[in-house]
Structures are given as C-alpha cells and as structure tokens.
C-alpha cells in the first residue's frame, strides 16, 4: 500500500515565496543525473500509474526529495556523494536548499503570551489523545468532551486557521489535552498550540516529516517532567519531549532497515508506547539494482519514560532469505511485507493489542499478511491472525495490469486474481453488542469488513462488501477495489465506513450483523477533471463520529458532518482556497485525506491539504466552533 509514500503529495502549495535559482554549473550537473538515473520512470507516467511525475516530485521541495534519495530511492542514488544528490535534488525542485521559510512558528508573532503547565491526569485532561479519544480506535467522540450537539453542528464557523511553514502537504490529526492542541507537520515541526486562539506554546524540529499524531502521558522518574509527547517519524524514529515546554527528553530508532517509516499512531498503555512499523521497500523494488526485499512490519513496545525497547514482534516471522538472482544478477530475497500502517487497538480485558496489515512484497504471500492480528501486551507473543485477502504480493509496477517493469514482480500465478495493494489500513475497532459480546471491525482497501470475535480467537461474526452494498462489482479487476482508506468510526450501534472509491460516498452498518442500515452516494465535484489518487471525490480520510453526526473529509476539500440517522448533510465547508492565517503564513487549503476531524470541547479541527498526486496540497490546519 502506498497512500502514506513521499510522491502522494500534488501541486507546491503557493507561499508565494520568490526563491532564486541554483547556479548553472549545479543544474547543468543535476539535469544530466535526472535524465540518467530518473527521467525513464518520471517522465512517462499517466494517470493510473503509482509512480509520481516529474511536477508531483518538483512539488515536494528539495529537501524531501534528498531526504527519500536516501531512503525510499536510495537504490537509484547509489553511488552518487552528497553534493551529487543535492544538484540532483534543487534540479528536480527548481529552488535551492533552504529557501522556504523556517518552521519554528514560535518565533512569529503569535508566539503565546503565557503558558501555564499542564495540568490533571490522563484520566481527565485528554480530551482527544491520538488517532481516537479511546483506546478502543472507535473514533467516537461522547458529548461530554465533545461539547458539540447535532443541532449545534450547522452553526459551526471558522474560527481560526494556522499555516505550517515550510509544509507542502498536510498529515496531521491534532490531539487535544488540557486545552492545549498537538499537531504535526510533513516539514518535520510538531507544535503545540492553544486549541482556543492557536497560539503557539511550542515548536519542536524532528529529524524528518512527521505524520503520527501526537499522544500524551504522564511520566515518572523524569526530573522536572510531568507529561510527555511522543510521536514517530518517516525515518522509523520515535521521540519523546516534554509535553510542557517541547524539550527532547529521548529519541529512538525502532527499526534498522533504511525504508522502514512510522505513519499509523502510536498507542499508550501502563507507561508502554506501542509503535506500529511501516515501510517504503515496495516503491525501490522498481530498481533493477535493488535487493528486493526484506524489510518486515512489525510492533515494538518502548517504555515512555526513556523509550527503552520492551519487545519487538514482526509480522512475517520468518527472515528473509536468499531466493533468486535477477537477470542484471542482483540477488533476490523474501519473505518480506506485511507493513502495519494502522493504529494498534488495545483490549486491556484481555491484555489483547490488534492490529491490520499490508500486502506482502514476495509471493508466495505469508499468511500474516492483507490480514489482523493479535498480539499479547505483556509479552509480545503472537495469539493469533485472520487472513483476509490471501495472495496479496505486490511492488510498484508490478499490478496485473501494470507492465512488468523488473525481476522484482511476484509470479502473476501467485497474485490474488481480484485484489493486490490492497492492505488492511484501517484500525481494528472493538465495540460491545447490545448482548455483551464483543466485536472487532476491521476493514481495509478491498472493501471488505469483518466483524470477527476476540474472544473466539478471531472467528468471524458477520461479513460485509462496501463495494456491493453502494455500488455493483466492478467486472474488470482492480476497478472496485479502493473500497476503505484510514478506517471508520462507530458508536454503540452503528459503524461509518467514507469510500475512498472515485465517487466517494458514506456507509453506515449495524455493528449487530453487518448490514446497511443506509448507505448516501458521494456529491460529485463540479471540477473532476484531475488524475491521480485519490479522485476529488473520493472521501479517504479516517471518519469521525460523536452524538448524532459524522465527519468526513473529501479529496476535493470539503468537509462534510452528516446525520447518523439517514446520512443527510447537515453542514460543509469548502476547504481548498486560501486563508488568513494566526501566524501570518500564507495558508491554502486543498484535499483533506488521511486522519480525520478532531472534535474536543465544542471545536472541531482538521488539516486541509493532503496532497496526492493530482489532488490539492495545502499547509492549513482549521479550526471551528460555534458562534
């Protein structure tokens, strides 16, 4: 699955910045690397193909592209020394290294006049910590902390905007404590905020961009250090810093292999952070040169106070071995995949974490992969594992209609016939039926959702095809498939699933026996004339839900908050235009995708510009409230 890659981001936000150009020599140098070394991919994509453009890579900004020229594409810069992959770098970009504004936004002028410290416990300042206010990934909202009604969400207005600097593309889902506002940036600030004026507290620069959302705990043993915020970065680094002040209290590197990337949330437990393990390996197995594959997703525990590992379990258990050499005598390995983009869901009745996984990158696919898992807290032991889509194994070019572009390609005879790419991405979200029983939803980009039971070591409670309840089966293969993105969200009876299908839309299911208790097609946009992943339609972000209203984000820009009764509209705003914004950066909204809404005492926040590909970037965090 490649949503959470680099080249997702689309046309450079307009900061209205003049920068001046590289010098002749050092663009005379990077134009002849591009055209030997990138031109053959970049130059002859279209529409329908996973390898970005030329203008999508120009868009990203010189110092993301020399970051994954060192990561995701280290394979096509072998060779080449720094000053080399620079040129490469500003050439591609069109602007030199640090010509975007800084983004240590608490040196603006609307650095906070006071900050006073954190106060209460976990148990009672979070009012939205992380990927949802529960541990349980339901994404719902009780109107105690909401303090939002559904008669009061059509009144909602603007009350401010807040434009990250530097960012070209909006990852973030904010997290809200103590009426402070955690946020995020693809620039690589994380901030904190007030979540009532978005002033800033703090600003702390990571190592690289960073699209976890940033959770909060109370520490002990840490000398003048009362709550800290952790979150993990797209170089697989986890940081923990003072939640008060922004002061780095540690950092760790959870996993060694050079593709390997932090995008799903982390997740807190009895002073344990729970990290899920993602990677970018399938993306370089397009080089001929490549040594595909042998990264392996998988879980780490750390402990909060001084991020020491606790365990580590991978997805694949076995390790990848030599298999084959490629006709240019690159030497092939497997197994490998299984990423874990998602969120872990932590059942502490039963001392359970669940997790969804990626497609494998070799074939034969293990049965560990496209498939949920369970995994003891304590230890870190494998419980169990329900497969979901079998023979999922895919890398970059190698799709059934793809052309086949290297050695890498798993055997066509070993691919799913119908599905590939198609991870489980969303977060496992554990309910309790009206009889006592408890349910686990899990949904991923097939479309497909299972409510399986924990209890009976995954066995499965009801099934559910998004695709056939909204719209028939495709006939061609691959065409129906894009059925969820970032995952749902549900209340005591009822689960909304947004469809990140082209045509978008929203589906409500009974969380008793998985059927449509309705289902509302998306409003098409007036202008649908973009390519690329998502469509303007398509509404991939994580939904969100409280009393009586649910949130969805669209690729077009629109945020949507329909009735939980028949999936009406009940109020939108457009997001995709600029904005005056509290720091004075140029702000511009654009797609919304990824995470979703945030909703915390009578606000609701969301980031606008998740660019990808064709859809509109942007660098805007929004927030609302009632008048």
Known sequence: MVRHEWWYVGALLALQIVVPRAGEAQTATGQRLYEQRCSTCHEHTDSGSRIPSRRAIQELGPEAILSVLGGAMAAH???????????????????????????????TANACASAEPIKGSTAQFARWNGWSPDQTNSRFQPLAAAGLTAQQVPRLKLKWAFGFPGATSVWTQPTVVDGRLFASSNAGFVYSLSAKTGCVHWAYKAETGVRTPVVVQAVSGVPNVRFGAFF????????GVDADTGKLLWRRRVEEHPLARITGGIQLWNGRLLVPVASFEETSANSESYQCCTFRGSIVALEAKSGEPIWKTYTISQ???PTKKSAAGVQLYGPAGGAVWNTPTIDPQRGELYIGTGNAYTAPAPVT???????????????WSHQVVANDAWVIGCGRFDRQRTDHCPDRDLQNEFYFDVDMAASPILRRLADGRRVLITAGEAGLVNALDPALKGEVVWKADLGEIVIPKAVTAGESQRGIGFGGAADDRTVYFPLERREGGLVALSLENGKAVWAVPGEKPADDTRGGQPAPGAQQSAATTIDGVVFSGSGDGTLRAYSTTNGQVLWRFETARKFETVNRVPGQGGAIGGPGVTVADGMVFTGSGYGRLGAAPGNVLLAFGIE
């Open 77 to 107: 810069a072998d060779g080449l020394n720094e000053n080399q992959k620079t040129a490469l770098a500003e050439f591609v970009a069109g602007r030199p290294m640090g010509s975007l504004a800084g983004g240590d936004a608490s040196a």
């Open 232 to 239: 993990g970065d797209m170089h697989g680094n986890v940081y």
């Open 319 to 321: 390790e990848p071995q």
């Open 369 to 383: 992969t496209g498939a949920v898992m369970a995994i003891d807290l304590e230890t870190g032991r494998i419980l």
